[in-house]
């Protein structure tokens, strides 16, 4: 089977019904969670498993999950005896919110198949001794909210969630928290901070999640498009997990998202490795008739700017490979006005800044200042040394990851486009 052709995320999507708890019981769901509870693995044996597998992070981080599951697992053990009777040792959090313009592939695996994320919330759970779970959804999400809450219901009704499951003395219950749709609570401290009822911002790190998150406790937070793909490796195993990708540092399939003048518009499912080139023309249908390519923007609105001449490099999480993020891609025309852009990015990163730091705070604002000048026409020389200490700063000094993706627009235009900018 070629490798383009494989799907272990969409494969029992279906255009004309939504799946249902009996299709995917059918189909073998909830098959390791039995394994589980029936004592034929343990909880090592998985967490093992998942390391073997390399699944990295699909929120665009690219960590382990398997050693953040290990780190929790280990945290969450000599956490008990601290543990107050009425309270449970640790909590497991699904991140959904996926607040960026352009990127909806968790609520479409959400909204097509939930079963398998929900499954890998259960098992977490069970192995971190966790009696309550959450999904943090985006607050626009109102549809995928009311079918959640239906599927979970269902569950539920069929034995697998509540009290006691599967006659064991498991429970568990899981929580649907719908958040305001902020783009920094895509962090897992500031989505912390939310379900706390906080300011939703990051927090100060060490003590991580694994050891302190949610009400001071051992908590795992994993990405939507990154527990779908438990179920998958802890039935066909670690190994051919790894070999369906086209690469050597990343593993398994991702979730593409093409947006640009491309005839196959939308969501693709792809091996890691793949190029840009492959993309567009294996799963795009290739460049609408006499369109040309200026760039492409990788990982959605605070992603990279990739040049034509690095589209055959591989998109993954390695050292190698250009940084796939959350697997948007926006493949931007040869006559695009770069002005609209460039007030696009930081219209959207002042709005979304959530303050705390004065690099960030200050930094988007200056870079929105610079965007509404250059759409009056070409900055001055002066001003681009400008732009360039602000990027510096913001990247270095700014006290989470937003920083740096909010410059991350600007800096591909400063590095390969400022003839377009500048007088």
Same mark, same amino acid.
């Given at each position: ?26 189909? %073998? ?56 009777? @009425? ?35 259960? =098992? ?12 943090? #959804? ?11 809450? *239906? ?10 969630? !509540?009290?006691? =499951? ?33 300011? %939703? ?20 937070? /994993? ?5 779908? *793909? ?6 066909? %195993? ?20 093409? /947006?640009?003048? =491309?005839?196959?518009?939308? #969501? ?53 490979? =250009? ?53 009056? !026409?070409?900055?001055?020389? %002066? ?17 989470? @990851? ?16 400022? *003839?377009?900018?500048?007088?």
């Amino acid at each position: 089977m070629e490798n383009k052709k494989i799907k272990i995320i969409t494969e029992n999507w279906s255009a004309d019904k939504k799946n249902t708890l009996a299709d995917y019981l059918e189909k %073998g769901g909830f098959s390791s969670f039995k394994k589980m509870i029936s004592k034929e693995v343990t909880s090592e044996d998985i967490i093992e498993e998942l390391e073997e597998s390399g699944l990295q992070g699909r929120g665009g981080s690219g960590f382990s999950l398997g050693k953040k599951w290990r780190a929790a697992y280990e945290y969450s053990k000599s956490a008990k005896k601290y543990s107050f009777p @009425a309270r449970s040792h640790a909590y497991f959090i699904c991140n959904a919110d996926e607040s960026e313009p352009g990127t909806y592939k968790d609520r479409s695996i959400l909204e097509n198949n939930p079963y398998p994320v929900l499954e890998a919330i259960i =098992i977490g759970s069970w192995i971190l001794g966790a009696k309550e779970a959450f999904i943090y #959804l985006n607050g626009g999400y109102k549809e995928t909210a009311s079918r959640l809450k *239906n599927v979970i219901n269902e569950i539920r009704k069929a034995g697998w969630l !509540g009290k006691n =499951i599967q006659g064991t003395d498991f429970s568990l219950r899981i929580k649907i928290f719908e958040g305001a749709g902020s783009y920094v609570c895509g962090e897992e401290t500031a989505l912390i901070n939310s379900i706390e009822g906080k300011r %939703g911002e990051p927090r100060l790190r060490p003590p991580y999640p694994v050891e302190s998150g949610l009400f001071g406790r051992p908590t795992v937070v /994993n990405n939507v498009e990154t527990l779908v *793909n438990v179920p998958f490796i802890l039935e066909e %195993g670690a190994s051919k997990f790894r070999t369906l990708s086209k690469s050597e540092e990343s593993f398994g399939t991702k979730i593409f998202l093409l /947006n640009g003048p =491309i005839k196959n518009l939308g #969501l693709h499912e792809a091996p890691l490795g793949i190029s840009i080139n492959e993309l567009i023309k294996e799963y795009g249908g290739g460049l609408e008739k006499d369109k040309k390519i200026k760039f492409a923007q990788v990982g959605g609105s605070g992603g990279s700017i990739v040049m034509p001449s690095d589209f055959d490099k591989p998109l993954g999480f390695g050292q190698d490979e =250009i940084a796939v993020g959350s697997g948007a891609i926006l493949l931007v025309e040869e006559n695009v006005e770069i002005h609209k852009l460039i007030s696009a990015w930081s219209h959207f990163f002042r709005r979304e800044s959530c303050g705390q730091c004065v690099p960030c705070r200050e930094g988007t604002y200056q870079l929105s200042l610079l965007a509404q000048k250059l759409k009056n !026409g070409k900055l001055k020389e %002066g001003e681009l040394e400008k732009i360039k200490d602000i990027i510096f700063t913001m990247e270095r000094a700014s006290f989470c @990851a937003f920083g740096s993706f909010a410059v991350k627009g600007w800096k591909g235009v400063v590095e390969n486009l400022t *003839n377009e900018i500048i007088e």
